[in-house]
Structure formats: C-alpha cells, structure tokens
T-cell receptor, first 114, second 116 residues
C-alpha cells in the first residue's frame, strides 16, 4: 500500500461529458503529480502541484484542469470528453518537489469513454 | 527535450536466469534516474534510484548504475523469480533554468515474464 488513495477506481462515461478524479496523497507529502497512461502514448506527465501551487505543467490538454486544496488532496477535472481520453490516470505524491524525490503512486483511475 | 529509451520487450525468462533491461536517456542537465515496477492492476512502485553519476541503486536483488558517459541506467538481477513478472519502467527527472522539477519522464516500459 503506497498510502496514495485515488477515487473512483473505474469510471465509465460518454463523449462530451465531464468527470472529476480525486487523489489523497500520502500523509506528509506536499507534492502531487498527475500522469496519464495509455497504450499509444505510454506514461505522460500532466501536471504537478506543490503545497497548493501549480509547480509544473506537461502535456495537459486545455479541456483538463487540476487543483490542490488546502488539505493537500487534489482533483483532476476532465471536460468535453473524447474517445481518445480513455486511459488510466495516476496520481503520485512526494514529500518535496525536487528532481531526486521518489514518487509514490496510487492504483489509478481507469476512465472509459463510450 | 528529455527522453528515455528502453529495450523493446516483452522479455521472457526462466526462473533463476540473469536479467538485463537496457535503458538510455537524453537530458540537458544532470537528471536523477529511477526504475519503477508495475504489477498487474496496481500503480507504479519505486524499485531503485540514483541521483548522480556512478551511483548504484539497489533493491530486492535488482541493481542499476548511473553511467553518465554512456547516458545509461541498465537494470540487472542475477536470478529472477516468477514473482518478478511485471512491467518495468525507466524514468528520469531533472530541472531547468535553475529550478529542480520532480516530474518524471518515462520510457515505454518492458514487460517481463518469468516461467517456473
């Protein structure tokens, strides 16, 4: 058990809809990362928050947004969903925000767009 | 930009065989290097890491050495077990413009299957 909790585990929805993925980091971790894993793109970094502030942005679409709340949990919002958004979305957390910090991953949310 | 290239899989071995999974990277600075493992239905788990040249990361019988001259971080294990069957990811993180970022850039992953 990594200590990182992601909900829900599975999400099935239709094109054009909006969903929210939730992540609770390990106790004591201030940094939260979101990654997308798909068969064609592999594991791609989306966005990082550190102590409530956006720290780094990766290949995140404009239809996607995220935030980290004062209690350090984070949410990833995906809107105007397309078939190609079907993927496994991982949240990870670490104590700090630097390059040597090991990240602890949740079990992911599997998003299926019908 | 940064990139990580892993040997193509899948890799199939018999129990107690020697394992090598090759990983090379491209980075502008001095990245930290990681190996993560993903078991079916689970998230990624950190296997080992190295933060500077010539560092050797090790864990659970797995080893990898940070080779700056060859920009490589190959994963090795002397004797694999059936329980090592999983997907293995090589990854790096580095900074830019004086800022150190934690975001990971991953290789494509290598599927390892170990038969009894």
């Amino acid at each position: 058990d990594s200590g990182v909790t992601q909900t829900p585990k599975h999400l099935i929805t239709a094109t054009g809809q909006r969903v929210t993925l939730r992540c609770s980091p390990r106790s004591g971790d201030l940094s939260v990362y979101w990654y997308q894993q798909s068969l064609d793109q592999g594991l791609q970094f989306l966005i990082q928050y550190y102590n409530g502030e956006e720290r780094a942005k990766g290949n995140i679409l404009e239809r996607f947004s995220a935030q980290q709340f004062p209690d350090l949990h984070s949410e990833l919002n995906l809107s105007s969903l397309e078939l190609g958004d079907s993927a496994l979305y991982f949240c990870a957390s670490s104590v700090g925000a630097g390059k040597g910090e090991p990240q602890h991953f949740g079990d992911g949310t599997r998003l299926s767009i019908l | 930009g940064d990139s990580v290239t892993q040997m193509e899989g899948p890799v199939t071995l018999s129990e107690e065989a020697f394992l090598t999974i090759n990983c090379t990277y491209t980075a502008t600075g001095y990245p930290s290097l990681f190996w993560y493992v993903q078991y079916p239905g689970e998230g990624l788990q950190l296997l080992l890491k190295a933060t500077k040249a010539d560092d050797k990361g090790s864990n659970k019988g797995f080893e990898a050495t940070y080779r700056k001259e060859t920009t490589s971080f190959h994963l090795e294990k002397g004797s694999v077990q059936v329980s090592d069957s999983a997907v293995y990811f090589c990854a790096l993180s580095e900074g830019a413009g004086g800022t150190s970022y934690g975001k990971l850039t991953f290789g494509q992953g290598t599927i390892l299957t170990v038969h009894p």
